[in-house]
């Protein structure tokens, strides 16, 4: 079943690796199927160098296992909230890279300090608050998702394609699980863009001094606007 998105799943995992985006087990990545609205995601602490795409599990938008001979990712609930709030997604990435990582652990969301932040998100990397004692409790996973799917109220997922849960690390979604993964590298570039010029220029002028909006604006709608003119047609 889903044998392609199976590959695609798990060519887009070992790219995490490629990437510098994970240590040990800490990542994983899921891609939805349109057709059937199940998604591929990577099995629960298997060591990248171990995978095969047949290793990759089919789950449903409830969260339980269609196929698959492994215990799913642990944070299959998130993917689950995710897919379930966000219906235009097709691929969610969840690492412990460094960078952002160490963003999330300070409370912070990322500024956009320069036309490189601004050409991926539309504006800042937004933070999530924390879980009470009661959600991480109760279902701890699956109330990640709840709070990131809170941080978006209102809002498009698409025009900010990740989030930082506090304490946790970065998630980051796209139209497919490759460019969700697109998503995380670029998130992990920002951070430690955004580190450098807050050590370079120190936080609170940095801060003061961040990207004029209308700057940011221009870049990001020549890339995802309507009348886009980045890239080739």
Known sequence: MLEDLKKKVYHANMRLVDEGLVVLTWGNVSGRDPATGFFVIKPSGVPYGLLKPRDMVVVNLEGHVVEGQCRPSSDTPTHVALYRAFPAIGGVVHTHS???????????????????HADQF?????????????????????????????????TNPLERPGVLVPGHGPFT?????????????????????????????????????????????????????????????
């Not at 924390?130 to 991480?136: H, I, N, Q, S």
């Open 173 to 233: 979604w796209g139209a497919d699980a490759m460019k969700a993964v697109d998503n995380a590298v670029a998130l992990e570039a920002m951070a430690r863009m955004a580190r450098l010029t807050e050590q370079l220029r120190g936080a609170t002028e940095a801060v003061k001094k961040a990207l004029p909006a209308y700057v940011g604006e221009k870049h990001y709608q020549r890339k995802h606007g309507p009348n886009a003119y980045y890239g080739q047609k």
């Open 98 to 116: 460094i960078e952002a990582t160490a963003w999330a652990q300070a409370q912070r969301e990322i500024p956009c300090y320069g036309t490189t």
């Open 122 to 154: 539309h504006g800042s990397v937004p933070l999530t608050r924390y879980l009470t004692e009661t959600e991480v409790d109760e279902a701890y996973e699956a109330n990640t998702g709840k709070v990131i799917v809170e941080a978006f109220e209102g």
